[in-house]
Nanobody, 121 residues
C-alpha cells in the first residue's frame, strides 16, 4: 500500500502565506513526479505545480511567481509554499505522486485525502 498524508491547510487572509506538506509512505520503490492539484467547489481538479525526481518544476499560470514546490526524498515529502494568497486560491489541495511500488514494475498515480485552503478576510 501507498499512503499520502497532507497537512498545512487552513484559513488565511488575502496576501498571507501557507506551506502545505505531503508525506508519502508505504511500499514505495521510487517516486517520479510529485505534484499538487486543487479543486474548488463546482470546478474541476487542476494542476497547481509539479516536481520531477530530477528537480524540474512546473507551475500553473495562475500561481506562477507566488508558489514554490519542493521535495525531500528522505522521507518522501513534497511541499507547496504559497505566498500572496488570493481569495481565488480557495480550494481543496490534493497531493499526487507517480510512484512505483515494490510489488510492481509499473508506475501508478496516488492521491492524498486533500487539505482545505481558505483565503478570506
Amino acid at each position: 500500500q501507498v499512503q499520502l498524508v497532507e497537512s498545512g491547510g487552513g484559513l488565511v487572509q488575502p496576501g498571507g502565506s501557507l506551506r502545505l506538506s505531503c508525506v508519502a509512505s508505504g511500499d514505495i520503490y521510487f517516486i517520479n513526479t510529485m505534484a499538487w492539484y486543487r479543486q474548488a467547489p463546482g470546478k474541476q481538479r487542476d494542476l497547481v505545480a509539479s516536481i520531477t525526481s530530477d528537480g524540474l518544476t512546473a507551475y500553473a499560470d495562475p500561481v506562477k511567481g507566488r508558489v514554490t514546490i519542493s521535495r525531500d526524498n528522505a522521507p518522501n515529502t513534497v511541499y507547496l509554499q504559497m505566498n500572496s494568497l488570493k481569495p481565488e486560491d480557495t480550494a481543496t489541495y490534493y497531493c499526487n505522486i507517480e510512484a512505483r511500488p515494490y510489488w510492481s514494475y509499473t508506475f501508478s498515480s496516488y492521491w492524498g485525502q486533500g487539505t482545505q485552503v481558505t483565503v478570506s478576510s
